[in-house]
């Protein structure tokens, strides 16, 4: 039993298994916007002030590592009016951002494909991750432009380039190689996926990292996600027989 040292009473009174990694599927600002008769932009900016103060309380509790679905390589695909919010979001928060977690020593990463964002919003990214690469809390990584299927690709080709060169042995390939060229290359693999809004699907995200994922789907929209719905998804995580293939 890890120890829990958050201040909810609630928690207080059950022993919890305290995953190592969460990820979140940060899933349902635009339908909360639209059920309010309010642009989604809106619902962006209201599940932006969920994600900063999800994460903060993940840090407090003591979660090692939090991986947050923000904008996905499909995500391009919507309205051009709406991704180009996301962006001026985006560009705030990060700004924001630089002061935002050095109080709680957060190390803030990100992962996917940042050369299809604007330079500034590129240089913004570096920023954040240059500015917290020496704090020792728990490491936040940012899933921007990222898909799964393409960050399994480029991994293949990184391993092609390093196999033809020499670096690395084709008989030496197995899967803790392969993780090594994952954008998250020495971390654990998530204990535990969060996906509020009701929908049953994984959505490119983190699909060889979540071989063994414990999954929990919440019918509640983001900016509606409360502390009390990340205890509650710790807890059911906890009650969980996690056999790992075996018995």
């Given at each position: 039993?890890a120890?829990?040292?958050?201040?909810?009473?609630?928690?207080?009174?059950?022993?919890?298994?305290?995953p190592?990694h969460?990820?979140?599927?940060?899933?349902g600002n635009?339908?909360?916007?639209?059920?309010r008769?309010?642009?989604?932009?809106?619902?962006?900016?209201?599940g932006?002030?969920?994600f900063?103060k999800?994460?903060r309380?993940c840090?407090?509790?003591?979660?090692?590592?939090?991986?947050?679905?923000?904008?996905?390589?499909?995500?391009?695909?919507?309205?051009?009016?709406?991704?180009?919010?996301?962006?001026?979001?985006?560009?705030?928060?990060?700004?924001?951002?630089?002061?935002?977690?050095?109080?709680?020593s957060?190390?803030?990463?990100f992962?996917?494909?940042?050369s299809?964002?604007?330079?500034?919003?590129?240089?913004?990214?570096?920023?954040?991750?240059e500015?917290?690469?020496?704090?020792?809390?728990?490491?936040?990584n940012?899933a921007?432009?990222y898909?799964?299927?393409?960050e399994?690709?480029?991994a293949?080709k990184?391993?092609?380039?390093?196999?033809k060169?020499g670096?690395?042995?084709?008989?030496n390939?197995?899967e803790?190689l392969f993780?090594?060229?994952?954008y998250?290359?020495?971390?654990?693999?998530?204990?535990?996926?969060?996906?509020?809004?009701?929908?049953?699907?994984?959505?490119?995200?983190?699909?060889?990292?979540?071989?063994y994922?414990?999954?929990?789907i919440?019918?509640?929209l983001w900016?509606?996600?409360?502390?009390?719905?990340?205890?509650e998804?710790?807890?059911i995580y906890?009650?969980r027989?996690?056999?790992?293939?075996?018995?």
């Amino acid at each position: 039993m890890a120890f829990w040292n958050s201040k909810s009473e609630e928690a207080k009174k059950t022993d919890i298994i305290l995953p190592e990694h969460i990820g979140i599927i940060m899933d349902g600002n635009g339908r909360w916007a639209k059920k309010r008769s309010l642009p989604r932009s809106v619902g962006h900016r209201e599940g932006a002030k969920t994600f900063r103060k999800i994460t903060r309380y993940c840090s407090d509790i003591g979660i090692k590592y939090l991986t947050v679905y923000a904008f996905s390589t499909e995500n391009w695909k919507r309205p051009e009016d709406e991704v180009s919010a996301l962006m001026k979001l985006f560009k705030s928060y990060l700004n924001e951002a630089l002061e935002d977690f050095k109080d709680d020593s957060i190390v803030v990463k990100f992962i996917g494909d940042k050369s299809h964002f604007s330079l500034d919003l590129q240089n913004l990214m570096i920023e954040n991750e240059e500015s917290s690469k020496d704090r020792d809390g728990m490491v936040l990584n940012i899933a921007m432009n990222y898909g799964s299927r393409d960050e399994i690709v480029r991994a293949v080709k990184n391993i092609s380039t390093d196999v033809k060169s020499g670096k690395i042995d084709v008989e030496n390939i197995d899967e803790s190689l392969f993780s090594n060229y994952l954008y998250t290359a020495g971390q654990p693999d998530p204990d535990l996926i969060i996906r509020p809004s009701g929908e049953y699907r994984i959505s490119n995200f983190m699909l060889w990292q979540a071989a063994y994922t414990e999954f929990v789907i919440m019918n509640k929209l983001w900016p509606d996600f409360e502390k009390s719905d990340l205890d509650e998804a710790i807890n059911i995580y906890s009650q969980r027989n996690r056999r790992f293939g075996g018995v």
